[in-house]
C-alpha cells in the first residue's frame, strides 16, 4: 500500500480529470500506481483513492452524502475495501464512524439514527483496477434523500397529534408518512421554529436559528405535517381525547403522542430574576447569551454538557469565565471523574476558571442587572452575565391531574413500545422513562438526540400497530475546543472503569462497567472506537470487564469475535 505525503494529495486533487457521457462520471489520477473513485458536486471534490491491489488508502468523507455509494453489487471483500475496513460493516448494515448514524448499503435507507435522511445510492463497477460511478446528473443536484411517502387522502378521518416539536415528533411523523399513514398529522408546538437541532445551540452559537432547522416548512408541507406553532398544551381529556391549548382551542385525536422534551432548571436563590440571568433553550437564548457575552465577565452555574459547551464556544470571546460547580469535576454523574478532569484541563489551557465542590449562594446586582455572583465560600465573582446549566427537568406540568403514569421527576412512564398506562396514547424523548436494555430493563430518563429519534420511530410504527420493540444503543456526543468526546451505551450505576490509552494526553478509551460487563464507553482522539462499541452492544454480545481490559486499543473489533 503506498503512503501519500500531503504534497502528493494536493498534486493528486489538482489532477483529477472529469468527462461526463450518458450520465457517467468517470475519475482518474495522474499519481503512478493509484486511481480514484469519486467525482464532484456539492462544490467540491469527493473520491476514493486505491492503490495498484484496488485497497482503499483513505478514508471517505463520512457524513457527506456524495462519499456513500451503492456497493452492494460488488463482492463482500470488495465492499470491505471501498469502505476502508471491515470495521465498520455489519452484514449489510453499516454504522458511521463518528455520530453512530446507520445505513443499510442495499438500499441506503437508514436504520439507526441520528442522522434523518437516508443516503444517496450510485452504481459502482470496478473495471481494470479502476473505479466507475454511475449516476444522472440530476440526481447530484441534491443531497437529501428521503424514504417515500404516502399522500394525504381526505377520505381518512383518522388524526394524530403530536405534542412537541423537537425531534421526537418529528421523526414520529415522517415515519407515519412514510409506513402509509394517509390521516392527518397535527405537530403543536410552543416553539416559534420548526424542529431544530437542539444540540447546535451550545457548541455554535453564533448561527441563526435556520441554519439549525432540521426540515425547512415547505418539506413538511410537502409531506403535509401540519405544523402549529406558538401552540402550548394546557392539559388533556384523555376520555374524550382531546387536548387543550394555551389560546383557547382544542383538538381531538385518534391517537397521540406526547414529546414536550424538557426544560432547563431554574436557579432558586436570592437575585434569580435580575435581568441577564439566562438558560439556554431556544435559538433566541442562544443569540442572545453570545451578544450579552462578548467582551463581559461571564459567570456559568453548573459544569453540564451545556455549560461546559458554553464555556469552551465562548473562551475566546468574553473577557472571563468561571464556573460554579458542586461536584469535583465537570458532567460528573454521566462520563466521570476521570473524563471531567481532561475537560477541566482542557478548558483551564483557554483561560476558564473553576470553583468546583461549592455553590451558587445568591445574585446581586444594579439598576434591575445582575452584577456580582456570591458563592457559599464567599468568594464574589464579577459577574455580567450569568448562565444557568444545572440540569433539567420534563415538561409534564399540563398532565399533572391525569390518570397518566409518571416517576417522582414527572417523566412519563412507557414500555418498549413508547405505549403509555392510557389506550392510544404514546410518548417520547426527553419527557419519559423507558426501559433501558443496558440497564437489565431499568426505567430511566435518557436525554440525548439519538434516542429521542428512535422513540419517535417506535411510537410511529405501533400506532400503526406494527408491534415493534424498541431496540437502540444510546449515542452522543459533547464537542469543545474543535475536539470531540463520544459516548456511547449507558453507565448509570457503573462501578468501576477499564481506561487504554492516556487520559493526560487527551487520547483515551474509557470503557464502564457494572456487574463485570461494559455498559457504556466514551473516547476522545480515538475515533471510531465508540461506534465500534456501540455495534457490539447493539448485536447483544456483554463485553467483559476482563476482555476490555486484555482489549488491544487499536484492535476493538476483535471485540465482536470472542
Known amino acids: 500500500m503506498c503512503l501519500l505525503t500531503v504534497t502528493e494529495v494536493v498534486q493528486l486533487r489538482e489532477s483529477i480529470t472529469h468527462s461526463w457521457a450518458g450520465g457517467v462520471e468517470s475519475t482518474r489520477s495522474s499519481v503512478p500506481g493509484c486511481h480514484l473513485g469519486g467525482g464532484e458536486a456539492w462544490g467540491q471534490q469527493w473520491w476514493w483513492l486505491f492503490d495498484s491491489g484496488d485497497r482503499c488508502l483513505n478514508t ?277 471523574p476521570q473524563v471531567g478532569a481532561v475537560t477541566l484541563k482542557m478548558l483551564q489551557k483557554k483561560g476558564v476558571k473553576f470553583h468546583m465542590k461549592t455553590e451558587l449562594c445568591k445574585l446581586k446586582g444594579k439598576d434591575g442587572k445582575v452584577t456580582e455572583a456570591v458563592l457559599a465560600s464567599g468568594k464574589k465573582l464579577p459577574a455580567d452575565v450569568v448562565v444557568v446549566g444545572i440540569g433539567v427537568f420534563p415538561n409534564s406540568a399540563f398532565l399533572k391531574d391525569t390518570s397518566l403514569a409518571r416517576d417522582d421527576s414527572g417523566a412519563i412512564l412507557v414500555d418498549l413500545h413508547m405505549r403509555t398506562n392510557i389506550p392510544n396514547v404514546f410518548a417520547a424523548g426527553d419527557v419519559v422513562s423507558f426501559p433501558v436494555a443496558l440497564l437489565n430493563g431499568e426505567q430511566s430518563s435518557i436525554h440525548h438526540q439519538q434516542v429521542a429519534e428512535a422513540h419517535g420511530h417506535i411510537a410511529a410504527l405501533n400506532m400503526l400497530k406494527k408491534n415493534q420493540e424498541l431496540h437502540t444503543v444510546p449515542y452522543f456526543w459533547t464537542t469543545m475546543l474543535g475536539k470531540s468526546i463520544r459516548y456511547t451505551g449507558c453507565g448509570k450505576g457503573y462501578t468501576d472503569t477499564v481506561v487504554k490509552g492516556s487520559l493526560e494526553q487527551e487520547t483515551f478509551l474509557i470503557f464502564y462497567i457494572r456487574d463485570g460487563f461494559v455498559t457504556a464507553a466514551a473516547s476522545l482522539n480515538r475515533d471510531p472506537m465508540v461506534s465500534l462499541i456501540a455495534e457490539v452492544l447493539y448485536s447483544g454480545k456483554q463485553i467483559s470487564k476482563e476482555e476490555a481490559e486484555a482489549c488491544d486499543i487499536c484492535n476493538v473489533p476483535s471485540l465482536a469475535e470472542t
Open 60 to 336: 471517505p468523507c463520512w457524513d457527506q452524502p456524495p462519499a456513500w455509494m451503492m456497493i452492494s453489487s460488488l463482492p463482500r471483500s470488495a465492499r470491505r475495501r471501498m469502505l476502508g475496513t471491515e470495521r465498520y460493516l455489519k452484514g449489510e448494515r453499516l454504522r458511521c464512524p463518528w455520530h453512530g448514524a446507520c445505513f443499510n448499503i442495499k438500499t441506503g435507507d437508514i436504520e439507526e439514527y441520528p442522522s434523518l435522511d437516508c443516503l444517496p445510492c450510485f452504481k459502482v463497477t470496478v473495471k481494470n483496477g479502476k473505479v466507475f460511478v454511475t449516476a444522472k446528473k440530476k440526481d447530484l443536484e441534491s443531497s437529501q434523500r428521503v424514504k417515500s411517502t404516502s399522500k394525504r387522502c381526505l377520505l381518512n378521518r383518522d388524526t394524530v397529534l403530536l405534542l412537541g416539536g423537537g425531534v421526537a415528533a418529528l421523526v414520529c411523523a415522517e415515519t407515519l408518512r412514510q409506513e402509509g399513514f394517509t390521516g392527518r398529522i397535527i405537530m403543536a408546538t410552543k416553539e416559534s421554529h420548526v424542529p431544530y437541532d437542539k444540540t447546535k445551540l451550545s457548541k455554535k452559537m453564533n448561527l441563526k436559528a435556520e441554519e439549525v432547522y432540521l426540515r425547512k416548512p415547505e418539506f413538511l408541507e410537502a409531506q403535509n405535517i401540519e405544523l402549529w406553532t406558538e401552540r402550548e398544551a394546557v392539559s388533556v381529556d384523555f376520555q374524550k381525547q382531546k387536548v387543550h391549548f394555551m389560546d383557547g382551542s382544542s383538538q381531538k385525536y385518534n391517537q397521540l403522542l406526547i414529546a414536550t422534551g424538557s426544560h432547563s432548571s431554574f436557579l432558586n436563590v436570592p437575585g434569580a430574576d435580575l435581568q441577564n440571568v439566562c438558560i439556554l433553550q431556544t435559538p433566541e437564548d442562544s443569540s442572545k447569551i453570545l451578544e450579552l457575552a462578548t467582551g463581559k465577565n461571564v459567570v456559568i452555574i453548573g459544569a453540564s454538557f451545556i455549560g461546559m459547551e458554553i464555556a469552551a464556544f465562548l473562551s475566546d470571546k468574553a473577557a472571563a469565565i468561571s464556573v460554579v460547580e458542586k461536584n469535583e469535576f465537570p458532567f460528573q454523574h454521566a462520563l466521570g
